[in-house]
């Protein structure tokens, strides 16, 4: 049985499209996920994977990753670690040049220049940190991260340029990635396979489950929720991003929404953090029952 929250935007959808036949075939969550982007379609693109289906909408569209891409050099640092080609312990001394600004701390602490390359993995995902991004990304090559999206292949996934590198993008370099192709990302981490080790994806789940950067697809999901929820969020000026594993009893979902084109970042986010309410209350209804 659906909430009442997911009743509305059915109802509000029945309103707005009048012509569209609703059928077992299109989903009441997609039907709620199109009323919520209607006015706004061609900035979103989004792939939802349920056990019902999947949801995909300009799916396939390349769109700059902003700090999604952080999600596959995740991937490849730890499968450099399997390979014993560097410690996960080794420690890192961070000179002034080394850092950057944008999102996280280690630019902007006092005298705290030495971490661990297993510290710098976690700061670039669970604070989105660029200086520690920038740090892995050096550490495994570019190119090692570009050869695993081809691997997987996430056709429409390249790193051009690192995180901050303004030189770099006004020269034309820029970092995309689609909602498909980070879907495909997500399987990796959810799914036992050949890509990384069960180490390594519980490792690499841990981290994502502690990202404290919430206020998109996580915006509306209570402190005392019993959903298990591990994401990584990007964003850049005009660009809002977020991909994540729902997790709920004996259900699980892989939903990406990435969006761009927004004069105002914030309506964006909204927007995201709404389809996050209507995927938190379809994980957690009963939506076998009749009703």
Known sequence: MLTNSVAKYI?????????VEINVNQPQLETGIRT?????IDKFSIFIH??????????????????LVKLPILIEAFRQLESD????????????????????VINYLTSSNVYSYKNLM??????????????VLD?????????LAKHLKCEHTTIQRKF?????????????????????????????????????????LEILSNQQLEGKLASYLPFDS???LYHKSGELNGVEHDAAIFEYQNKRLEAVVMSEGWENNGIGNRHIADIGKLLIDYITSDYEEEY
């Open 122 to 135: 976690e700061l670039m995902i669970i604070i989105s940190d660029n200086t520690a991004a920038n740090i």
């Open 50 to 67: 349920t056990d019902d289906g999947n949801i995909a909408i300009n799916a396939y569209e390349p769109r700059k990753a902003a700090s």
């Open 164 to 204: 901050m590198d303004s030189v770099s993008q006004s020269a034309g370099f820029e970092n995309y990635t689609s909602a498909y192709d980070m879907y495909h990302f997500l399987t990796v981490i959810a799914n036992h396979g050949k890509t990384i080790n069960n180490s390594s994806r519980s490792q690499i």
């Open 139 to 147: 550490k495994v090559k570019m190119d090692h991260v570009n050869i």
């Open 11 to 19: 109802v509000n959808c029945e309103i707005e499209y009048k012509d």
């Open 36 to 40: 919520i982007i209607s006015n706004t």
């Open 85 to 104: 080609l560097f410690r996960a312990d080794t420690l890192v001394y961070i000179e002034r040049d080394m850092k950057v600004g944008g999102a996280g």
């Open 226 to 228: 019993d959903i298990k």
